[in-house]
């Protein structure tokens, strides 16, 4: 058993509103500089749809993450010599009007401001911020698809309607049945990550500490493979800095004890921060195994922090009892593998992501009021059940769940089906403590979970305090291993080439007995 912490992420769907207060947030503190504009770290897409940039899901275009051959992992987008092929022209890389249509664009702001009397309003033009030419066409922006504005255009490509008829797909993208709910994308920072095994120079790495994905910007040559490789499509580059960028997952807050920036000024308050162990001896088989076990193999490396062994273990491998104690407090664990309520985003990318999802509920199917309340409806109205469904008439939820099944769970319905009774039964069981003043436990126990468990899932996605949610360790940089030969991923199958140490920089100073004297 080789422990590793990483730091984790979780995002409750339930209770995101879309206000993107977390890209604004994101966007002030470490994209708001020339060559940086198109960046959205953090960005927020309504689904249906097709994202930001357009079609990142569709890997069979830009052939991100990893794939099984021959009982190995092979990153899909090919081996060096298929690199190399592409050197000058990728075809498998995003290009700009994926991102923001035509050109990377803003308004003329001045115009509005100008003192000159006009017989007309001013407008404020769209103008290029690359080649500043003015009254360009816009035709697409990281915004194009919120609130389901567009739905009914490019939704008829999003990749999650896939294993759906014709017809259906139709049906659910009418207006008068439409669904959509919001969905918060950073860096997921992999435990296995294809932008890492991508690299041609090794700028690209994993931190042993805490897991952050970083791109070392002094050996960073701008590639470009890493944007490809990634199958969530992270990676960005700068055209003024001649350099790729991603989230940092806000490290400099992180290593004095508070949350990213996105994290913080959330203002639904879905999401949560925690520190989680994982097996490293693990990783390469739950990579391997099929699709409808990938999350169930993914949950298995994650190690329970209260396990005497594992504890032992941590140890040994050098993780700290601050962080040892910021395991066992983890919001993440409980909501990913205790309670099983939290599901990866595209697990069938191979590259472990170490950011988890609740699964929206959403409004039942009824008969829309034609002949409502009747026998078709899922409402029991004027009994207990009153707006609340059973937790086995899922199949009634707006959200089709095979579309859920395709973005949380690599097309098995299982996984999500277990978190979304489990969170209908805790609505349940809660309506039964404040409005029958009986605990209803048998709905609990249909679901595999306790009143303990209920009052714990409660409490992490409704009472939660600041430091409940965000239970982030300070790290010990007198403990991390800050050597040129640190791992940047795993050895045998993540690089595709070995990795020359890094260049240490010259650095002079004054040596204490001789201050005139100065030495490397």
């Known amino acids: 058993m080789k422990v590793k912490a990483q730091n984790s992420m979780t995002f409750n769907l339930e209770k995101c ?21 198109y ?4 960005n927020v897409e309504t689904k249906p749809g097709v994202g930001y940039p357009r079609r990142w899901e569709n890997q069979q275009v830009w052939k991100g993450g990893w794939v099984r051959k021959n009982g190995e992992l092979k990153l899909r987008y090919g081996g060096r010599a298929y690199q190399l092929s592409n050197l000058f022209f990728n075809p498998h890389m995003p290009e700009m009007r994926d991102y923001y249509g035509d050109d990377v664009y803003t308004f003329t702001y001045e115009d509005l401001h100008d003192p000159e009397k006009l017989k007309q309003q001013p407008v404020a033009r769209p103008k290029s911020m690359v080649t500043e030419q003015e009254n360009i066409p816009i035709t697409w922006n990281v915004n194009w698809e919120d609130n389901a504005g567009g739905t009914h255009v490019t939704g008829k490509d999003d990749v999650n309607f896939a294993g759906m008829s014709e017809q259906e797909r139709e049906a659910c993208l009418r207006f008068r049945d439409v669904f959509y709910f919001y969905l918060p994308r950073i860096c997921n920072h992999c435990v296995n990550p294809a932008c890492v095994a991508a690299c041609p120079s090794g700028a690209a790495y994993k931190r042993e500490e805490d897991g952050v994905v970083l791109i070392d910007q002094t050996r960073c040559r701008n590639w470009r493979y890493c944007i490809s490789a ?12 001649g350099k790729m960028e991603k ?8 290593e004095a004890g508070m949350p990213p ?20 001896d693990r990783v390469p088989q739950a990579a391997l195994v099929e699709d409808h076990d990938l999350v169930r193999a993914h949950r298995e490396v994650i190690l329970d922090p209260a396990d005497p062994a594992v504890v032992a273990a941590a140890r040994a491998s050098g993780v700290s009892d601050d962080w040892i104690d910021a395991a066992q407090r983890s919001p993440v664990y409980k909501l990913f593998k205790r309670w099983e309520l939290a599901l990866p985003l595209h697990p069938e990318f191979r590259t472990l992501p170490s950011l988890f999802y609740l699964p929206p509920l959403s409004p039942a199917i009824t ?28 199949d009634q939820m707006r959200v089709p769940i095979r579309y859920l099944a395709s973005l949380f769970a690599a097309g098995s319905e299982e996984p999500v089906r277990i978190s979304l009774r489990r969170q209908l039964a805790v609505r349940h069981y809660q309506r039964s403590l404040r409005v029958e003043r009986t605990p209803n436990v048998d709905v609990l126990k249909r679901v595999g979970l306790t009143e303990e468990d209920a ?17 982030v360790p300070t790290t010990k940089r007198e403990t991390a291993d800050l050597s040129p030969y640190t791992e940047r991923g795993f050895a045998g199958y993540t690089a595709m080439s070995p990795l020359t140490p890094l260049k240490r920089r010259k650095s002079y100073h004054k040596a204490p007995h001789d201050p005139d004297k100065e030495y490397e």
């Open 17 to 37: 509103i879309g206000c993107n207060t977390c890209t604004v947030g994101c966007k002030n503190v470490w994209t708001n500089r020339e060559g940086a504009e």
């Open 39 to 42: 960046m959205w770290w953090n």
């Open 230 to 241: 990634c199958p969530y499509k992270k990676p960005y580059y700068n055209w003024v800095s």
């Open 247 to 254: 989230c940092i997952l806000c490290y400099p807050r992180v």
């Open 261 to 280: 920036v996105c994290f913080h000024t959330c203002v639904g308050k879905i999401r949560s921060f925690g520190v989680v162990f994982y097996d490293m």
């Open 367 to 394: 008969s829309a009021g034609k002949v409502s309340p009747d026998d078709q409806d899922v409402f029991d109205m004027g009994t207990s059940k009153d707006v609340l469904i059973d937790p086995d008439e899922l």
């Open 455 to 471: 009052q714990g899932i409660v409490r992490a996605l409704s009472l939660s305090f600041y430091n409940e949610r965000f239970v």
